[in-house]
């Protein structure tokens, strides 16, 4: 297998151009134990029906070795807990807004009906208010997240805090060989980063209508974290949260770092790298060897040339490497036709569109049938400077999509699994393979989150030609929303 030691995308799109980029500075604190987010414990299980609750509320965290920051979480004061979930199972969820605002919650990943179970901004929960909704999940074993998605204040709403691992389990495709105890040798690893002001995050003084950049990394919402490992194999589960900054994900010793799973679950094949590029929303899953390494080693894993995380080898407890088949998962590719849909990305800053529109709640872009393949032709044209501009990540909501071609070349060698998330370089066109497995409204959007507030946001009905339904879509934007489901 070639080992590949670079990043993929065009350097001269990177974030650090920008002239408001904000540099990550080394963590002057000491360290703290990386935290592990629970795992969401039910309610209650009927028969094939698990019941959960998840309350989005504010509260205290101490991050830095000093005061407590003031910040947003889920059943806790800051990101959330594991939800897990069983494809092939039914869920009934109670969710509860007690922050002073209203929010949504957006299944990022899951392919549920939209939409109001996906969690966009048609589905607003007002403050003190809740909502239930019951959904089935079907698909392969994956790492999603859950963030809030109202219009438009999903990146101040991440920002303080809200965002949280959700786990898939497909008990045909999983693969047992895997590490998967949570916490030990099963680990989330979620990037973002933020600016303290006297121990505060203010969203408001930090704003860049480019996408809101803080000067400290944290992993999981920790501040200069580390990580004792004790198991030769570790599995990461590598989320970039930030709103917008991209994650490069190296270490000091160029620790092989074995992605075997992108957005949508796993790839066909392992690929090993000792660099990794994840842009804003991107999921991979990586397995690292520590079998060499003895008591006491360590190695520091960076975002660019800053630290992020120590792992720090204590005694190995069980020996869990297993090997993997050589082929992860079965994903048949070849795929011939035209584009029927377009997506062209473009703007900075105010002059950000889609298709040279910007988002309005009550307007359909697009429409495709449910469970037909079809070419997506999605284009970023910020190219107007030549080896400049900036990479959009384009995000889609309810379903998992394959990645077909860049300028007409085959996709990036860890781009081989399904996506929701693809970055798009400047002046390229990135083919993708669609299918819509359930009917609904759904997002399709660039996830700097500035840009998708700003309105860098389309929507699709995925039709069910048999059940035709008929949509009263409201501009729940800005306003004081009514905490009303449209369906007619
Ligand atoms: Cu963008």
Redesign the pocket.
């Known amino acids: 297998m070639e080992l590949i030691k670079n990043y993929f995308f065009d350097e001269g799109a990177y974030d650090y151009h920008d002239g408001a980029y904000k540099h990550l500075i080394r963590p002057k604190t000491k360290t703290h134990k990386l935290i592990i987010p629970k795992v969401l414990k039910a309610d209650k299980i009927e028969g094939n029906t698990t019941y959960y609750t998840i309350h989005a509320q504010e509260g205290e965290t101490n991050i830095l070795d000093g005061k407590a920051t003031h910040t947003w979480g889920y059943n806790g004061s800051l990101l959330g807990p594991l939800i897990r979930y069983q494809s092939g199972r039914h869920y009934h969820l109670t969710l509860v807004n007690d922050l002073p605002e209203v929010t949504t919650w957006h299944w990022h990943g899951l392919n549920i009906p939209g939409p109001i179970e996906d969690g966009g901004p048609h589905a607003p929960v007002l403050p003190g208010k809740s909502r239930e909704i019951e959904f089935d999940v079907n698909q392969p074993t994956m790492t999603a997240w859950l963030h809030p998605h109202p219009c438009p204040h999903t990146a101040e709403q991440v920002w303080k805090g809200l965002a949280a691992p959700v786990a898939v389990v497909n008990p045909l495709d999983d693969l047992p060989q895997l590490p998967h105890t949570w916490g030990v040798d099963d680990i989330p690893l979620i990037f973002q980063d933020r600016t303290f002001h006297d121990s505060q995050w203010d969203y408001q003084a930090d704003y860049d209508m480019d996408g809101t950049l803080g000067d400290t990394a944290l992993v999981n919402g920790t501040v200069n974290a580390e990580f004792t490992v004790t198991r030769p194999c570790l599995r990461l589960r590598v989320l970039n949260g930030a709103n917008r900054r991209e994650l490069r994900l190296n270490s000091d010793q160029n620790i092989v770092m074995t992605q075997i799973a992108s957005d949508g679950g796993f790839l066909p094949h392992a690929v090993e790298m000792t660099k990794i590029m994840l842009t804003n929303a991107e999921r991979a899953e990586i397995l690292l060897d520590f079998s060499d390494y003895k008591k006491g080693g360590r190695i520091v894993l960076k975002a660019d040339d800053v630290p992020i995380l120590t792992l720090k080898v204590g005694e190995f407890t069980e020996d869990n490497r297993r090997q993997l088949p050589k082929t992860l998962k079965q994903i048949e590719r070849d795929f011939t036709g035209s584009p029927s849909h377009q997506v062209i990305?473009e703007g900075m800053d105010d002059s950000?569109r889609i298709n040279g529109k910007l988002y309005d709640m009550t307007r359909i872009d697009d429409r495709q049938e449910i469970g037909k393949n079809e070419i997506w032709d999605v284009s970023n044209t910020n190219d107007s400077m030549p080896g400049m501009g900036?990479i959009?990540?384009f995000h889609m909501h309810g379903t998992e999509f394959l990645v077909l071609s860049r300028n007409g070349k085959k996709p990036y060698p860890n781009e081989f699994g399904f996506k929701d998330t693809v970055a798009v370089n400047p002046g390229e066109h990135v083919k993708l393979l669609v299918k819509f497995n359930v009917p609904g409204i759904f997002m399709y959007h660039?996830h700097?989150l500035e840009?998708e507030d700003t309105g860098?946001m389309a929507q699709i009905e995925a039709v069910d030609p048999n059940n035709p339904q008929h949509w009263n879509l409201k501009d729940l934007c800005d306003k004081n929303m009514p905490d009303s489901n449209m369906r007619m």
């Open positions: 990305m950000v900036m959009h990540p660039c700097i840009h860098m």
